[in-house]
């Protein structure tokens, strides 16, 4: 069983360059994460969304853009990549809110470092 | 943004020993989770907790929602080497919010 799926898995970047991580899930989930997790920070969510066509700004936005145009994939993107991004990001996806007592499913994470 | 305070930060044990660690917070939660992240890998779900005072168990873990609904606990009996990992609490605060505060993370390294 798939789950979640990020790619890339890992990437490095100049700081300035575009790119776009990719999640995939296929359980039919609604509702979608991107996280980034730092050492000594947890996990802080950036954006999310609760269903085709929608989005969300979580706890740290800023810097990242994000579209839900098809159900399963929830795609993040960097237009002008920073030092301050690198990071590792996950996404994850629950078939019910996080209101109504939904489980997280996370991906294996994408590890991103900006030069 | 708000983080919970999770302790202690890292521990270092010998299997078959006991573990615990816990999670508290300034203000209240609804929910209380616990997650565990094993090296290169996304957190999964070990115990959910809807209810003050709840003390739920999986196989040798148990986890208790505290009384003041500001902290939790998760306990790990008999630990092996496969216990090893990042274990993190998360918090919901109810309502429509769409959101967990993520704990800081307790590193746990279980020598055999």
């Known amino acids: 069983n798939a789950g979640v799926t990020q790619t890339p898995k890992f990437r490095v970047l100049k700081t300035g360059q575009s790119m776009t991580l990719l999640c995939a899930q296929d359980m039919n989930h609604e509702y979608m994460y991107w996280y980034r997790q730092d050492p000594g920070m947890g996990l802080r969510l950036i954006h999310y969304?609760?269903?085709?066509?929608?989005?969300a700004k979580g706890e740290v936005p800023d810097g990242y853009n994000v579209s839900r145009l098809k159900k399963q994939n929830f795609l993040l993107g960097l237009e002008s990549a920073a030092p301050s991004q690198t990071s590792v990001y996950f996404c994850?996806?629950?078939?019910?809110?996080?209101?109504?007592?939904?489980?997280?499913?996370f991906g294996e994470g994408s590890r991103l470092t900006v030069l | 943004g708000q983080q919970l305070n999770q302790s202690p930060q890292s521990m270092f044990i010998q299997e078959g020993e006991d573990v615990s660690m816990n999670c508290t917070s300034s203000s209240i939660f609804n929910t209380w989770l616990w997650y565990k992240q094993d090296p290169g890998e996304g957190p999964v779900l070990l115990i959910a907790l809807y209810k003050a005072g709840e003390l739920t168990s999986n196989g040798r873990l148990t986890a208790q929602f505290g009384i003041t609904r500001k902290d939790s606990f998760l306990n790990i009996s008999a630990s092996i080497p496969s216990d090893v990992g990042i274990y993190f609490c998360?918090?919901?605060?109810?309502?429509?919010?769409?959101?967990?505060?993520f704990g800081t993370g307790t590193l746990l390294a279980v020598q055999p």
């Open positions: 994850a996806s629950t078939l019910k809110g996080l209101q109504h007592g939904g489980e997280l499913f």
């Open positions: 969304s609760v269903g085709e066509g929608t989005t």
């Open positions: 998360a918090g919901h605060r109810g309502g429509a919010t769409n959101k967990l505060i």
